[in-house]
Structure formats: C-alpha cells, structure tokens
C-alpha cells in the first residue's frame, strides 16, 4: 500500500511542478513537461511490479506509436484558440480531434500489420 501511495505523490508531483511552473515560465513548463516522464515513470512501475522486460518492451512501442497522434492535440489547440474559440469548447475539439487521430493511427497500424 505505501508503494501506491509513493507512487501516485511522485505522479502527481510531477503534474502540480508542471502547472507550478507554468505559471511562471511557459517555456520551461513545456520544457519539462514535453520530457517524457510520466511514461519513464511508468516503465520504471512496470519493471518494479512485474520484473517483465517484455512488457516493458510493448509499453515502450505503444507509447512511441502513440505520441504521433497525441500531437493533434498540441497543434490544434492553440489554432482553435486563435480562432476565436473559448478555452473550453477548444479543448473539447481538440480532444475529439486527437481521440479520431488516435483510431486513424490504430486503423493504420492494424493495415500494415503492426501490433501494439
């Protein structure tokens, strides 16, 4: 139980020095943020709990064939805002633009026989 609670304070820690930090610097927020570590976070969990390199493998290549699509997200965002969309409803489009990316990336991935 205490390794759960660890594990979430040191999650969430990164996510609250990111907003934290943002405030200040939006650069270095991104800067940080844009480093991958909630996924390095989490293959370090995975390895810990399970011992399984394999598993650690698969997460690895999922996670790269799934950062392709999430960039939706970071690009449509601020041309929705700059639109003139409200923050919200530009979250709300982008976040529907990036889930259709997702399945596109998935649908594509499937075609040409590769698994995740």
């Not at 996510?15 to 370090?44: C, H, Q, R, Y």
């Not at 997200?73 to 639109?83: A, D, G, V």
């Amino acid at each position: 139980m205490n390794y759960i609670i660890l594990k979430l304070i040191i999650s969430s820690g990164i996510i609250t020095l990111v907003s934290e930090i943002s405030k200040k610097s939006s650069l270095i927020g991104g800067i940080i943020a844009s480093i991958p570590l909630i996924s390095v976070l989490s293959m370090i969990w995975l390895y810990i709990d399970s011992k399984d390199i394999e598993k650690v493998k698969n997460l690895s290549t999922s996670i790269f064939w799934m950062v392709i699509p999430s960039l939706t997200l970071f690009l449509s965002l601020p041309i929705l805002i700059n639109i003139g969309f409200n923050f919200w409803y530009s979250l709300i489009i982008a976040s529907i633009l990036t889930i259709g990316f997702y399945i596109l990336t998935l649908l594509t991935l499937s075609y040409y026989g590769i698994k995740i």
